[in-house]
């Protein structure tokens, strides 16, 4: 299968969650910049004080960057991006964005050989297919919308608007 699922939260009534933005995977140039956040394990750190790395740390993510070096398909026909941007045991789920901070894929697996890795992200029109027979509709939360806005006009060079829009979006997050 596509390696992707779909959880479900409940009792969000009361809640605002920020979201992503996910784009086709179609938007994906070879050569493209791509950027992978992700938990691999290699740096999560361990609870042994002989760990170079504390465990403490590891609730934040590693990011690393690449490009997209080629357009790919699995054995199924779906759609695989290649990256050489480091994806490790830890990072599978991990979204992988473009420059503009759009989901365009999701780190998946490497595929390890004498020369390098070779690493691989699913398609988010997997979890577009997903979405589609679960009879979910993406969209933004409010929390997200009042983010977007704030940014909108940050870089619009709207300050005081840009601080209005972070401080509803923090309050309610």
């Known amino acids: 299968g596509s390696d992707v699922a779909i959880l479900k939260v409940g009792k969000t009534d009361d809640l605002q969650f920020p979201a992503l933005k996910l784009v086709s995977s179609d938007t994906v140039a070879e050569g493209e910049v791509i950027v992978v956040v992700g938990y691999p394990t290699l740096v999560e750190g361990a609870t042994d004080r002989r760990s170079t790395v504390s465990y403490a740390s590891s609730v934040n993510p590693t990011i690393t960057q690449g490009i997209a070096s080629a357009i790919k398909s699995d054995q199924r026909g779906s759609k695989l991006i290649q990256t050489d941007a480091s994806i490790e045991h830890g990072n599978s789920g991990g979204p992988a964005f473009n420059l503009r ?30 979405m589609s027979k679960s009879n979910i509709v993406p969209g933004q939360s409010l929390t997200s919308e009042k983010w977007l ?5 940050y870089w619009d060079g709207y300050y005081k608007a840009a601080v209005s829009f972070f401080a509803e979006a923090k309050r309610l997050y």
Do not use: H
């Open 101 to 130: 901070g759009e989901v365009v894929g999701i780190a998946t697996y490497v595929q390890p050989s004498e020369s390098g890795n070779y690493n691989f992200l699913r398609s988010t029109d997997d979890l577009f297919g997903l």
């Open 149 to 153: 806005k704030g940014l909108e006009s």
